[in-house]
Every structure is written in C-alpha cells, then in structure tokens.
C-alpha cells in the first residue's frame, strides 16, 4: 500500500516537473522589415504565440497573419489579400531545436528548424539570444526570407516597393505554463 | 515671375486639399472603427467556447469583423509598450484584446475580475482569441 501511494507520489511529481519545463509566450513579438529605395515597410505582431521546451530543447510558435499591424492600411490589404492570402493560410508556424540550451546562462545558441508560410515549409537556421531571469526565459533574435521562397507573388508594377529580402525579427518572454 | 507666383500659388492650393483629403479619409476610417456598431455582441466565455468546439466555423463567423465582447478581466498588460487587456474565457482559452492607440484609457483603473465591454476587430484564435484595435465601450458599460 505504502509503495504504491510512493509511486502515485513519485508519478504526480514526475508530471509536475515536466510541465515546469515547458513555458509560454501568449503576447510574442514579430516585426518584419522591406527596405527599398521606394518605400519602407514595417509589420507587428504583438499577439503571436511561442511554446519553449527547456527538456527537449525545442520551441514552437504559431502567428495570425492578419494580427500584423502596418502604418498604412493599403499595405496591410495588400499584404493579407495578394501575398499571404490570409484567407487560405491563416497562420504561420515555426518548429526548431537549439544546439544548447543550459537553463542557467545568457547565451547564444543556434536554432535549426522549419518555418511555414503561406502554405510552404523550409528549413531556417537561427541564430537567437537566450536569457533567463528567476523562472522566466526570454528569446530573441533575426533572420532573413527570401520572399520568392514562398511562392509569394508581387506584381511587376510593386516589385520596386517590396525588397526580395524581408528582415525579420522576434522577441519571446516566456512564463511558466501553469502560472500564464 | 508672376507666373512662377501663380504656380506656386496652385502647388500650394493642391497640398493643402490633398491634406484635407487625407484628413477627412483618415478620420473616416478611424471613426469607423471607434463609432461603427459592433456586428457580434458575445460573452468571453462563449467566444472562447465558440472557437475551441470549431475554430474553422468561428474564424468565418467572427473574423475582421467587430464584435463586442463582455467579461472578467483576468490581467492587463504593457508589454511591447501595447495596451492590452486580458478576458477571462475558458480556462484553456483567454480573450486578448490589443487596445487601438487612439483608446486613451488607463490600465491601472481596471481592476482584475472587474466586468468589461471591449469593442474591437476580431482577428483569430491561436491559443487565445485575438481582438485588435480594441476600444472600451464606455455605453455597455454595467
């Protein structure tokens, strides 16, 4: 009887560490950047959502295309209903795996892994910043998109206003699953 | 020299009805965010349900569209230097709604479990359903 209410104890503890290793970023932030000599764009989204695994090393994140925030609203119509279609792909995700990730330290660490948008998979490789205060993380870090990479197409006549090369950039604060 | 005046004169007439345009448009839009009616008036509670039971059904029912949600705020929030407030919904499911920048209210003076209306545009779920350029309706206010 003793081992078994012993291995009930040892069971619930086991699940309750494993939920601590998991934390979560419901108010992410992803900004993207299209410099041109024609024009500048810049994009926010304030709400995208991000789930760290510190066990297996791992991080997912999920975004609604439509959530991005544009200057001009022409940009945004653009955005949503020429280039990402946001009707047919309404979200965007990521999936990667750190190269380390102590727990402890400030670091750098690498991120591969699998980003998805408009419907099209590719591996990335990221480079991101790590930092842990008391029990919350913090990740940031940028990368680049080829536009064409994701069978995005821009008419001939805004090809000058939209770079081949979009600059994209994250912030995570992450908490605790159970406290969030 | 008279006649560069009178060009100048016209340029001059041009930018200032242009801006004039601009100004009308602009206050248009934003009003229409602010004054329109909300076309979905629901509960947090209920939003969350709606989008946890079928998200495929609710993302066409609710999306882009503005909709007045009421219920429990569960916490508030300046992070990014957005305003934001959180509904309660279900307990897997939060509503979180990111207050439009002309929305002067003052986070303080809402307290957690205080009942709030929120209008705004409704732009999806993820884990938590997302309500942007939110304002607070001050008229369904209890």
Same mark, same amino acid.
């Given at each position: 009887?003793?081992?078994?209410?012993?291995?009930?104890?040892?069971?619930?503890?086991?699940?309750?560490?494993?939920?601590?290793?998991?934390?979560?970023?419901?108010?992410?932030?992803?900004?993207?950047?299209?410099?041109?000599?024609?024009?500048?764009?810049?994009?926010?989204?304030?709400?995208?959502?991000?789930?760290?695994?510190?066990?297996?090393?791992?991080?997912?994140?999920?975004?609604?295309?439509?959530?991005?925030?544009?200057?001009?609203?022409?940009?945004?119509?653009?955005?949503?209903?020429?280039?990402?279609?946001?009707?047919?792909?309404?979200?965007?995700?990521?999936?990667?795996?750190?190269?380390?990730?102590?727990?402890?330290?400030?670091?750098?660490?690498?991120?591969?892994?699998?980003?998805?948008?408009?419907?099209?998979?590719?591996?990335?490789?990221?480079?991101?910043?790590?930092?842990?205060?008391?029990?919350?993380?913090?990740?940031?870090?940028?990368?680049?998109?080829?536009?064409?990479?994701?069978?995005?197409?821009?008419?001939?006549?805004?090809?000058?206003?939209?770079?081949?090369?979009?600059?994209?950039?994250?912030?995570?604060?992450?908490?605790?699953?159970?406290?969030? | 020299?008279?006649?560069?005046?009178?060009?100048?004169?016209?340029?001059?007439?041009?930018?200032?009805?242009?801006?004039?345009?601009?100004?009308?448009?602009?206050?248009?839009?934003?009003?229409?965010?602010?004054?329109?009616?909300?076309?979905?008036?629901?509960?947090?509670? %209920?939003?969350?349900?709606?989008? =946890?039971? /079928?998200?495929? $059904?609710? *993302?066409?029912?609710?999306?882009? @569209?503005? +909709?007045?949600?009421?219920?429990?705020?569960?916490?508030?929030?300046?992070?990014?230097?957005?305003?934001?407030?959180?509904?309660?919904?279900?307990?897997?499911?939060?509503?979180?709604?990111?207050? %439009?920048?002309?929305?002067?209210? =003052?986070? /303080?003076?809402? $307290?957690? *479990?205080?009942?709030?209306?929120? @209008?705004? +545009?409704?732009?999806?779920?993820?884990?938590?359903?997302?309500?942007?350029?939110?304002?607070?309706?001050?008229?369904?206010?209890?």
């Amino acid at each position: 009887m003793n081992k078994l209410a012993l291995f009930f104890i040892l069971a619930l503890f086991k699940t309750g560490n494993l939920l601590s290793q998991q934390h979560i970023a419901r108010q992410g932030q992803v900004t993207f950047f299209s410099y041109t000599s024609v024009e500048n764009i810049e994009a926010k989204n304030n709400q995208v959502l991000s789930i760290l695994d510190v066990e297996k090393k791992e991080m997912a994140v999920s975004m609604l295309m439509r959530a991005f925030v544009f200057k001009k609203d022409l940009m945004r119509e653009h955005f949503n209903e020429s280039y990402i279609e946001s009707d047919l792909y309404p979200k965007a995700t990521f999936e990667g795996h750190f190269n380390n990730l102590e727990g402890s330290l400030n670091q750098t660490s690498l991120m591969k892994g699998k980003i998805t948008i408009h419907g099209i998979t590719k591996n990335i490789d990221i480079k991101t910043t790590i930092k842990k205060t008391g029990e919350s993380y913090a990740i940031s870090g940028e990368f680049n998109l080829t536009v064409k990479d994701f069978n995005i197409k821009i008419p001939p006549i805004l090809s000058s206003n939209i770079a081949k090369v979009v600059l994209v950039k994250f912030k995570f604060q992450y908490l605790g699953y159970e406290s969030n | 020299m008279i006649k560069n005046y009178s060009l100048l004169l016209k340029s001059l007439f041009f930018i200032v009805l242009s801006y004039f345009i601009y100004k009308s448009v602009h206050s248009y839009i934003f009003k229409s965010v602010k004054d329109s009616n909300a076309i979905f008036f629901v509960s947090s509670k %209920d939003l969350a349900n709606q989008f =946890n039971n /079928n998200e495929e $059904k609710s *993302n066409s029912k609710y999306n882009n @569209k503005i +909709i007045t949600v009421h219920g429990k705020v569960k916490k508030t929030s300046l992070l990014n230097n957005r305003k934001t407030i959180i509904l309660n919904g279900t307990t897997k499911t939060s509503i979180i709604c990111d207050l %439009d920048d002309h929305e002067l209210a =003052n986070l /303080n003076k809402f $307290k957690k *479990n205080q009942t709030l209306y929120i @209008k705004g +545009i409704c732009k999806g779920s993820l884990k938590d359903v997302i309500l942007l350029n939110c304002f607070i309706d001050t008229k369904k206010q209890p």
